[in-house]
């Protein structure tokens, strides 16, 4: 009775081959229900089996359901929908997979019930609902209830209508009974139902699966296969046996059964046993096809064979277990179990809760990469189109964050919190404080060395994510058909193309920005491993950070593209533009009509066609072999090795190479391919969640900031005042439990996205970025074709480098970053004007970027470093339509700001007692002049005297246009404001006054450099422009102190005003800037007939604004300077006044300030040559008559008699 049924079955001498079959029948039936009790309905329950959502009526709303009936995604502002079964006694449950942890309803609700897009699950009076995103629970009303949830939650819902009660569990926790006394009786009967917003989504286990938290006492919505299951685990049973089983043929005796350790067992064995295999198979297969059975029998077996730990090499046993099911089971179900048992693995992935050694993820992983060290499995999996594309087997390689620091276990791990205590003035966190107490440092030692053992458990998450992408990258296992790589690479570029593309259309389809982090360092990891195993083979290679970023070439010639008819080529106009890959733009934009040459080259050897657009090829007619351009139109799907790597000298999907270029042979393009890849990733949506995820770091600095200043009134406050102290000491609390909870969390987000190693991943990545671009510049105007996210990502990597990542990982110990540093500020310089680009919005970026990059004293030393000839920020400043010159500008008051008059602030004066904003913002830096390019500057001026002449008039026309729109709209804004009734100023019209007045200033402070750095340009009258530029200089400067310096004018009435928005509209900024033109181009020297003049303007000019309350921004030096000037002026204006007026009619009839001195020709009129000059700049048509003007002679009155 010991012994067990195999070795019964195979020592039982009337039972032999034959009889096997039906013996293994009737033990399994053994037990089995009766056929009629099997769908007998259950009492309480109503409703079809399976149970699914209610896809054809019941629901309001859009929503995507997914083709299982059982996964939703909300596609309009709040959709309905409920379950096809519902309840009216006893006790039931399922469960919710969160997908997204935005604003959801989960719940019960009855037939009656109606929903539309405002009301849902919990808003009418039958319905009862959870929402986790704002922790209630809603019945009409809404309560506090639960806890937050959060993606990767599992909320089980539980209904009790025998006591009439709903209770909401979150992983398995309960979070008490939500609503009692819920209506029961004839005719009320509850269904599962949820509502969701916008591109929220979910999946729902009403029994198909296995409930990942049952509870007893509650059945789930659908039976579970009682029958099926039992017969599963019978037969499981039945496997291990004969894998623990071996016959020993060496007994005298005769052959006997022995017991071994399946552990060791090998497919290549005994007929017998395998024979007795397939018998078992034959009942085992067909229940391997049902994802209940899978997840529970064979998922569980599977994980158990793992459980003892150590590499996934040293259990053979799952390699020689996927043999068997290759041989046992017919390929159809094979592969359905296949894919049940790898959606089962991802399920539980993404569901499991966090636990402190991340014990349930590597669990799962490990039996993921066991699975796919089989060959044939392997490539199964990567070629079925809804199991294993990339969308799906991303998921595989995120780390969730936890947003309960308790339940996750990080209270264990790091007992001891610390958080930055000691601010520099301008309230940044000073990296080694002198002053730290030895308690803290105690303490900040005892969080890094959580923050590490953290750390060591994370990595080994992640380098099981890596060996899986290793397994992926394989390019070496052919003998089953096309090598991993390129299966995995096809559906790469289709991952890619569908992210790119649906962008902004289908944003429910794309894969989350957190997956694609996690997912981007995982595949940098694995390419570069790749890259170098794949040199150490090849002795002349170098490593991936030199050679898979020196690789980049663009092959096409001009001439080759204009050598094939564009209406070949050519797509529908509509079509192609719907289709055009977001990202994938080109820079010259002079190709952007058909799709696939909107994007060549991305950086990787001999391409052409972009990483996402290549599926969207098809040319009208196959084009002939002579052509240049070989074009293969292939789908993304359909493409083989020697499409990828190339071969017989075909070097990939093109032919060609630049002639610069040597003929040095790539040994991997596919790698190259996957590289261009990661690019596209991070310009999709990996930059801004790197940007998203510095939040929590943010908090923990501004909870630091309100605890220390809680502190210091706790030690000011006095001891009567015992109120006020318990209120001070409940602050202090809150701040420190939630700094508590803060530092843990963000341990966490450095540990897996602001960690070293993600750190250098980046800092690789703008590296590869900078190369390719260096290598496309050097192709001439094909540079035009060369893709914009390249620009983008070199651009947005060292920003996040820059402001993302932690102060402990400095970008001075990065390697070769000052080279680095170097090269991308010669290609922000070089390139801000490159007349090759031409797409606004890369312009715009560029100059954005290069204007950031001069407020930094590190990054502006690199500029200074640039070769000359590369810096052209001078050069067409005279052409605004070409150039955003806001920016150009910008730049420009950036290497001034630190030697202008007054101009030493950070921020305004009257700004300084206001909350210090953000310390990292490149308006906000400490000034940092450039002598080097201002000296550079002024000589351009000085050298190029017609360049010198447009740049001023350009810039004078700004400031006119600028000065004049920021009156007109502050005229605009006083009418409203003193209006008697209640108005409202538009907010956007207010940033836009504020942003001219920024601008004025910017444009003043520009003529300010010029007239010091190169007075010649106005002051020598031998240049026949400087007499028209300082005319048209002082008229600007006296329209702005006409309208800022009077008393209770329009100005002073809107700064009094302080309006939200206007906060930089102040007297300070635009005076002194005026102040340094006028001081700077008087040059009046000291002299002794100045003393008294120095006593009368010691008091304030003006009752509301004098210099002298600005003690601590105008130095002593600059005061006496504007007093000598005011003593000049003065003495000037008495000398004008006292000289014989000029006759009104020789006067210029268009300044009416001059005498007549030019006619023009052929019309005859006149006027002074200053007006003339002036007009001619931007006019050729008369002032009065409009004619054409051909020429202007001197005119000088006629003698009268």
Not at 43 to 50: A, T
Not at 371 to 398: A, C, G, Q
């Amino acid at each position: 009775l010991s012994l067990s049924p195999l070795f019964l079955i195979l020592h039982r001498k009337p039972l032999g081959f034959q009889d096997l079959g039906s013996h293994l029948e009737s033990l399994l039936s053994e037990g089995e229900p009766i056929e009629d009790s099997k769908d007998q309905p259950v009492e309480g329950r109503l409703g079809p089996q399976p149970v699914v959502l209610d896809h054809t009526s019941g629901f309001e709303g859009l929503l995507f359901v997914d083709d299982d009936l059982l996964g939703v995604i909300g596609h309009s502002n709040f959709s309905s929908i409920r379950a096809t079964t519902c309840v009216y006694k006893g006790k039931w449950a399922y469960e919710v997979l969160i997908s997204s942890q935005g604003l959801m309803q989960i719940g019960w609700c009855t037939l009656n019930c109606r929903f539309n897009q405002e009301e849902g699950v919990g808003d009418t009076p039958d319905s009862y609902a959870y929402d986790g995103n704002r922790v209630r629970k809603w019945n009409v009303t809404t309560t506090n209830y639960g806890k937050s949830w959060a993606a990767g939650d599992i909320v089980s819902c539980l209904i009790d209508l025998d006591e009439g009660t709903i209770t909401f569990c979150l992983n398995g926790q309960s979070l008490g009974t939500a609503f009692t006394d819920i209506k029961t009786g004839p005719g009320v009967a509850y269904f599962p139902a949820i509502s969701l917003s916008f591109k929220e989504s979910v999946a729902f286990n009403f029994g198909s699966r296995p409930l990942r938290y049952p509870f007893s006492c509650y059945l789930p919505l659908q039976n579970p296969p009682a029958s099926e299951l039992t017969k599963a685990h019978k037969l499981l049973g039945y496997i291990k046996n004969v894998l623990c089983t071996a016959i020993d043929v060496q007994v005298p005796t005769g052959s006997v059964l022995v017991q071994k350790d399946c552990s060791l067992w090998r497919l290549h064995g005994e007929p017998t046993i395998l024979i007795t295999l397939a018998h078992i198979f034959n009942h085992f297969a067909p229940l391997m096809c049902k994802v209940y059975l899978v997840e529970d029998v064979l998922m569980n077996f599977l994980l158990g064979i793992l459980e003892g730990g150590g590499s996934v090499d040293e259990h053979p046993l799952i390699q020689q277990l996927m043999d068997l099911f290759w041989l046992l089971m017919e390929d159809y179900e094979v592969n359905e179990c296949l894919k049940q048992l790898m959606m089962s693995l991802l399920r539980a992935y993404r569901f499991s809760p966090i636990i402190p050694d991340l014990g349930f993820q590597i669990h799962y992983l490990r039996l993921t990469t066991a699975i796919l060290h089989h060959e044939k499995s392997r490539k199964y999996l990567l070629n079925n189109r809804s199991t294993f594309d990339v969308l799906r087997s991303v998921v595989f390689f995120y780390i969730k964050t936890p947003l309960r620091v308790k339940e996750a276990g990080l209270e264990e791990l790091i007992p001891t919190t610390w958080w930055p205590t000691h601010f520099d003035k301008e309230g940044k966190d000073e990296r080694e404080p002198k002053d730290e107490s030895a308690d803290e440092r105690l303490r900040r030692r005892a969080y890094e060395r959580g923050c590490q053992r953290l750390k060591k458990r994370i990595e080994v998450v992640e380098e099981l994510q890596v060996q899986i992408l290793r397994l992926l990258l394989n390019n070496k296992d052919k003998s089953t058909g096309e090598a991993s790589r390129y299966i995995f690479l096809n559906k790469f570029r289709k991952f890619l193309q569908e992210n790119a593309s649906n962008r902004g259309q289908h944003p429910t389809a794309l894969c989350p920005p957190e997956y694609m982090v996690c997912f981007l360092h995982r595949l940098i990891t694995a390419v570069r491993t790749c890259w170098d195993e794949g040199n150490r083979k090849n002795p002349g290679s170098v490593r991936s950070e030199d050679d898979l970023a020196s690789k980049a070439n663009i092959i096409i010639d001009p001439a080759e593209i204009q050598s094939t008819s564009m209406d070949d080529l050519d797509e529908d106009e509509e079509s192609g533009a719907a289709q055009r890959p977001f990202g994938a733009a080109a820079m010259g934009g002079a190709l952007a009509r058909p799709s696939w040459l909107s994007s060549p080259t991305l950086g990787r050897a001999n391409r052409f066609l972009s990483t996402a657009a290549v599926s969207l090829m098809t040319p009208r007619r196959p084009l002939s072999q002579p052509e240049k351009v070989k074009v293969r139109t292939l789908t993304v799907e359909q493409r083989t090795e020697e499409d990828i790597e190339g071969s017989h000298g075909n070097d990939g999907l093109l032919l060609g190479r630049p002639h610069e270029e040597p003929e040095q042979p790539v040994a991997d393009k596919s790698l190259l391919e996957i590289v261009d890849g990661i690019v596209m990733m991070y310009n999709l949506s990996v930059h801004q969640q790197l940007g998203k995820m510095v939040v929590v770091a943010d908090d923990v600095h501004e909870y630091a900031v309100a605890l220390k200043d809680t502190d210091e009134k706790i030690a000011r406050c006095p001891a009567r005042r015992a109120d006020i102290l318990e209120e001070l000491q409940k602050s202090q609390k809150v701040f420190s439990e939630k700094l508590n909870h803060l530092s843990r969390r963000l341990a966490w987000i450095n540990a897996t996205i602001y960690s070293k190693e993600k750190m250098l991943d980046v800092y690789w990545l703008l590296c590869v970025c900078i190369r390719t671009i260096e290598h496309a510049d050097n192709t001439s105007s094909l540079f035009a074709f060369a893709p914009e996210f390249y620009l983008n990502v070199a651009m947005n990597a060292y920003s996040a480098l820059k402001n993302y990542f932690s102060p402990a990982n400095s970008m001075d110990e990065l390697p070769g970053y000052e080279e680095t540093l170097a090269k991308l500020a010669a290609i922000l310089a070089k390139h801000f004007a490159d007349p090759r680009i031409v797409g606004t919005d890369i312009k715009d970026s560029l100059m954005q970027a290069l204007a950031s990059y001069v407020c930094y004293p590190q990054s502006l030393r690199a500029v200074e470093r640039i070769p000359e000839e590369h810096f052209c920020i001078y050069s067409g400043d005279d052409s605004p339509a070409v150039r955003p010159w806001a920016q150009t500008n910008w730049i420009l008051v950036r290497l001034w700001r630190g030697c202008g008059f007054g101009y030493r602030y950070t921020r305004l004066p009257h700004l300084l007692k206001t909350k210090p904003e953000d310390a990292n913002l490149p308006s906000l830096q400490k000034p940092c002049p450039s002598l080097l390019l201002q000296r550079h500057m002024a000589e351009l001026l000085s050298m190029d005297k017609d360049m010198a002449a447009s740049f001023l008039n350009s810039v004078l026309n700004q400031l006119n246009w600028a000065f004049s729109e920021f009156i007109g709209m502050i005229q605009e804004i006083q009418q409203a404001a003193e209006r008697p009734e209640r108005n409202f100023v538009d907010t956007r019209q207010l940033k836009v006054c504020a942003t001219c007045f920024d601008l004025s200033v910017s444009l003043l402070r520009v003529l300010e450099m010029t007239v010091t750095l190169v007075p010649e340009i106005f002051l020598d009258w031998s240049r026949p422009s400087a007499e028209l530029l300082l005319r048209r200089l002082a008229q600007l400067l006296n329209q702005v102190l006409n309208r800022v310096t009077a008393e209770k004018n329009l100005f002073d009435r809107v700064v009094n005003l302080r309006l939200p928005g206007l906060e930089s509209v102040d007297h300070y900024p635009i005076l002194v800037a005026v102040t340094g033109i006028l001081v700077r181009i008087l040059g009046v020297e000291p002299s002794s007939s100045s003393a008294g003049a120095a006593t009368s303007t010691a008091r304030p000019v003006r009752k509301h604004f004098s210099l002298h309350a600005y003690t601590d921004y105008i130095s002593e030096e600059e005061k006496h300077k504007v007093e000598l000037m005011l003593t000049f002026l003065t003495e000037e204006s008495k000398q004008a006044a006292a000289s014989t007026p000029t006759c009104e009619e020789d006067l210029c009839p268009i300044c009416y300030a001059h005498s007549i001195s030019a006619v023009f020709k052929p019309c005859s009129h006149k006027s002074c040559k200053a007006c003339i000059n002036q007009h001619l700049m931007n006019n050729k048509d008369c002032f009065f008559c409009k004619a054409t003007i051909t020429g202007v002679e001197d005119y000088s009155k006629p003698a009268t008699s």
